[in-house]
């Protein structure tokens, strides 16, 4: 399978501790995003990598979340100290950016976290 | 304001019939539009992008007016697994910084019924 994947898929987490989610891009995309989606909602935009810099952060990325793509590859997305309001689908995509070509983007099937 | 407003429904549709969607955006400089598709508690899957020409693949057809910003979908001849949710997305493409990336709507709702 070379789609873009995503693990752990799912997530309980008791509230106060630390989750990490893994993104692993389809495998020439330059660009990562991860965005956040909960019941009845579209997914939100968090943040998204051009090869390893982190080109922009959404306000809705507080202190407590955090991002890296150190190699320009893979991706993880950290949480500390959860909140209720964070159970959310955490949702990671990834596209090819050119100068020329708009890009598609193609999402992972996504991390479910449930904080209790 | 909302960047991206569609009807959330839901769209209650004969199996057979046609439907359309409506999206709406605020943001003039957006460049490309798409419209995604998802199951429920499944990721968003590519359905077509959206030209000014219009464009149709099979029974979906859709629509982008550029002066009244403004996106469709039709679906006709509609089947029972095409129930899902619909989502509008618009691209803006940055330009010396600011917004980049995709701008979902929250979707509409669409029950094909037997």
């Known amino acids: 399978d070379t789609g873009v994947s995503q693990n752990p898929r799912h997530k309980i987490t008791k509230r106060g501790q630390n989750v990490t989610f893994r993104c692993d891009p389809i495998?020439?995309?330059?660009?990562l995003y991860w965005y956040r989606q909960t019941l009845g909602q579209g997914p939100e935009f968090l943040t998204y990598?051009?090869?390893?810099?982190?080109?922009?952060k959404s306000r809705l990325l507080s202190d407590r979340f955090s991002a890296e793509r150190p190699k320009g590859s893979f991706s993880t997305l950290e949480i500390q100290r959860t909140e209720q309001g964070d159970s959310a689908m955490y949702l990671c995509?990834?596209?090819?950016?050119?100068?020329?070509?708009?890009?598609?983007?193609?999402f992972g099937e996504g991390s479910w976290l449930t904080v209790v | 304001r909302k960047e991206v407003e569609q009807d959330p429904g839901p769209f209650n549709v004969p199996e057979g019939a046609t439907v359309a969607f409506n999206c709406t955006y605020s943001n003039s400089a957006s460049q490309s539009f798409f419209w995604y598709r998802q199951d429920c508690r499944k990721e968003p899957k590519l359905l077509m992008s959206?030209?000014?020409s219009g464009n149709e693949d099979g029974r979906f057809t859709a629509q982008l007016n550029r002066a009244s910003q403004y996106i469709s979908l039709l679906i006709r001849d509609s089947k029972l697994s095409d129930s899902a949710t619909y989502l509008c997305v618009v691209h803006t493409r940055a330009s010396g910084g600011g917004a980049d990336g995709l701008t979902f709507g929250k979707g509409t709702h669409l029950i094909i019924q037997p």
């Open positions: 990598f051009q090869n390893e810099a982190q080109l922009e």
């Open positions: 495998s020439e995309h330059n660009r």
């Open positions: 959206v030209y000014s």
């Open positions: 995509a990834s596209s090819l950016e050119t100068s020329t070509a708009g890009n598609t983007i193609y």
